[in-house]
């Protein structure tokens, strides 16, 4: 599950994402600071047109849906028709996961990180929600899913070739960075 993570990216990693997507034809005029973000904001995301905003989460009854199981996204019909025509790149620095709710952990990769998501309309507008895997090994002594997330050499075929998506629906493969924070750092994030 991932229920925040963190949109900071610097100039480096906005060349990175223009390099790895170079089928989309579009502008980031400015870095986006480091912080946590929260389910329910509007934030950035990449879609097959390029850059643009989205709210984290569809609302559904009387929750907020902002994960997708990659298990059952083409059978769940909140999610069918999504993985096969929306799906969208969420760019984050990091994300964050809790052990036993008393020690947070931020979760990054060495590489630009992009998670994968889908676009859905909803009555309040345009939402997107993060697909989430079975966690990796390094992963599950923290939580038991985790956030797909993709090399900066799938971006394009995940946008733009629904069976390569689908083939990547899976934990991630590479070595990631885990920082238990101490309540100290936690307060950088207020």
């Not at 790149?89 to 979760?107: D, F, G, M």
């Given at each position: 599950?991932?229920?925040?993570?963190?949109?900071?990216?610097?100039?480096?990693?906005?060349?990175?994402?223009?390099?790895?997507?170079?089928?989309?034809?579009?502008?980031?005029?400015?870095?986006?600071?480091?912080?946590?973000?929260?389910?329910?904001?509007?934030?950035?995301?990449?879609?097959?047109?390029?850059?643009?905003?989205?709210?984290?989460?569809?609302?559904?009854?009387?929750?907020?849906?902002?994960?997708?199981?990659?298990?059952?996204?083409?059978?769940?019909?909140?999610?069918?028709?999504?993985?096969?025509?929306?799906?969208?790149?969420?760019?984050?620095?990091?994300?964050?996961?809790?052990?036993?709710?008393?020690?947070?952990?931020?979760?990054?990769?060495t590489e630009p990180m992009s998670m994968a998501g889908l676009r859905l309309n909803s009555p309040q507008g345009e939402r997107f929600v993060i697909i989430t895997a079975d966690a990796n090994a390094q992963i599950e002594p923290i939580h038991h899913r985790m956030p797909v997330l993709l090399r900066p050499d799938?971006?394009?075929?995940?946008?733009?070739?629904?069976?390569?998506?689908?083939?990547?629906?899976?934990?991630?493969?590479?070595?990631?960075?885990?920082?238990?924070?101490?309540?100290?750092?936690?307060?950088?994030?207020?």
């Open positions: 599950m991932c229920g925040r993570y963190e949109a900071g990216l610097t100039e480096l990693d906005i060349a990175a994402y223009r390099q790895a997507i170079q089928e989309i034809e579009s502008m980031v005029t400015q870095p986006l600071h480091p912080r946590e973000t929260f389910p329910s904001q509007e934030l950035p995301i990449i879609t097959q047109k390029g850059f643009t905003t989205s709210h984290w989460g569809y609302p559904l009854a009387k929750k907020l849906v902002i994960n997708a199981r990659s298990e059952t996204i083409t059978t769940r019909p909140l999610f069918s028709q999504a993985i096969m025509t929306d799906r969208c790149l969420i760019p984050a620095k990091a994300y964050y996961e809790w052990k036993q709710s008393t020690v947070k952990y931020r979760i990054e990769t799938q971006l394009s075929a995940f946008l733009f070739d629904t069976e390569a998506a689908l083939a990547m629906l899976r934990p991630y493969e590479g070595q990631l960075q885990l920082s238990a924070l101490t309540p100290e750092q936690l307060s950088l994030f207020d």
